[in-house]
């Protein structure tokens, strides 16, 4: 049975996809079609912000987009050697609060210690953040993307945790989505399952699928990695077969895996 995932595929340095192979563990064909394309921005501010942890209480990462844009930074000569010579180690005394296990492992690439990642989504992570924060304390600074939810803000907000959000990065399609959606359909047929995996990717392929899936769209189980992707599938009328318990390649996997064989639970 085939599985489309509308993600990127991992570096091709860490070896085979984590979605991939998970899902392979249960026979099922997985493959990846790039949805979104990113662009990164206020790269110089995002340093000069960095270069001043006095002035901040901690940070925040909700995407590995936003930890992206600072490794950009540190490509360069002499900002890499600020941030090993002294940034680096008085982030560390500092909180780094993150979501999931991707952008806690980019944290730890450049030299910090995530805390959160199994809070899994922006909601719980606000919750964790607010279990440990005084109010009215030094503002979290918070790299994140243009098109960022309020969720986590608008909780801080409320119970007077200072949150300095900063857009690094704006989110667009990808230039070969449509054309790669097409050769996959036209090639391998119709999955017997699609999973979503941001709501960008929602708003992005959606129609395209439901079009080149004709009248058998309602054989196809949409699955979502989390609770907000599936309420974008929920908002525009899809039913949602599945949705991943934690953003992982294991709860994802055996939660399609129920979905396709539930005569098996």
């Given amino acids: 049975m085939k599985v489309l995932l509308l993600k990127d595929p991992k570096d091709k340095d860490s070896g085979p996809d984590p979605y991939v192979k998970e899902l392979g563990s249960y026979s099922l064909e997985a493959t990846l079609i790039p949805v979104l394309s990113f662009e990164f921005v206020s790269l110089d501010s995002l340093f000069e912000k960095l270069s001043h942890p006095?002035?901040?209480?901690?940070?925040?990462?909700?995407?590995?987009?936003?930890?992206?844009?600072?490794?950009?930074?540190?490509?360069?000569?002499?900002?890499?050697?600020?941030?090993?010579?002294?940034?680096?180690?008085?982030?560390?005394?500092?909180?780094?609060?993150?979501?999931?296990?991707?952008?806690?492992?980019?944290?730890?690439?450049?030299?910090?210690?995530?805390?959160?990642?199994?809070?899994?989504?922006?909601?719980?992570?606000?919750?964790?953040?607010?279990?440990?924060?005084?109010?009215?304390?030094?503002?979290?600074?918070?790299?994140?993307g243009a098109l960022k939810r309020e969720v986590l803000p608008t909780v801080l907000r409320e119970k007077g945790i200072p949150l300095e959000g900063l857009t690094v990065y704006q989110t667009t399609q990808h230039p070969d989505l449509q054309e790669a959606l097409s050769s996959y359909f036209s090639q391998q047929g119709i999955p017997a399952s699609v999973v979503f995996f941001s709501p960008?990717?929602?708003?992005?392929?959606?129609?395209?699928?439901?079009?080149?899936?004709?009248?058998?769209?309602?054989?196809?189980?949409?699955?979502?990695?989390?609770?907000?992707?599936?309420?974008?599938?929920?908002?525009?009328?899809?039913?949602?077969?599945?949705?991943?318990?934690?953003?992982?390649?294991?709860?994802?996997?055996a939660g399609i895996h129920r979905a396709l064989h539930p005569q098996n639970c």
């Fill in 54 to 144: 006095e002035c901040y209480g901690g940070l925040v990462f909700t995407s590995p987009r936003a930890l992206e844009a600072i490794k950009i930074c540190l490509k360069e000569k002499s900002k890499k050697e600020a941030w090993s010579k002294s940034l680096k180690q008085m982030w560390s005394i500092k909180p780094t609060y993150v979501v999931g296990k991707a952008t806690a492992s980019l944290v730890e690439e450049i030299g910090l210690i995530p805390q959160g990642e199994k809070s899994g989504n922006a909601e719980k992570l606000a919750e964790y953040i607010c279990s440990r924060e005084k109010p009215n304390s030094s503002a979290l600074l918070f790299p994140c």
């Fill in 200 to 253: 960008s990717g929602v708003k992005f392929c959606l129609q395209h699928i439901q079009k080149l899936s004709g009248d058998l769209i309602n054989q196809v189980k949409v699955a979502a990695i989390g609770p907000t992707t599936a309420q974008a599938l929920e908002a525009a009328g899809v039913p949602v077969s599945c949705t991943a318990g934690s953003p992982t390649p294991q709860e994802l996997a």
